[in-house]
């Protein structure tokens, strides 16, 4: 009978551990999942116009360095995003092809197909549908984007831009 019952012990211990071990793994995926929607919903933010949710994904601290220029605030940021970029273009249509989290990390590989619909950087209004690709990383903390590093291929916008020759073959 003791044996018995030790075995039952045994199975109900095993059991309750490794129960909480995969609710905890479920808990971590959760977290993981919410982290990236915090990355990726600030970029579909931005690409339907809603400003006051873009303000509100981004810490009052948040910094954003990208393409070797000094980083900008939150403010310099989001009048970038909202009176220069969706102002030279709109149709905005961005794909996230790999999003990947290490911690409070999201890393994204995109490309945002759009139309040339206004002036970008002295660049006249071309309306033509262009592919801007490129890579962020944006830092995560207490629900907010804290920081942003990016880099986007410009020399490709420019090539079909008009602004510059595509490469000789």
Known sequence: MKKILMSMLVIALSATTIFSQSNHKKGAKMKNDATKEIALDLSRSIMNGQWDKVDALLDDNFVYIGDGQPGINKQQYIYFMKEILSKGFTKMDMQFHRVLQDGDMVAVDYT????NS??????PATGKRIASTGQFMRQIKNGKVVAEWQTTNSYGMMIQLGVIPPPKK
């Open 112 to 115: 945002n197909m759009m139309t």
């Open 118 to 123: 206004g002036e970008y950087f002295g660049i």
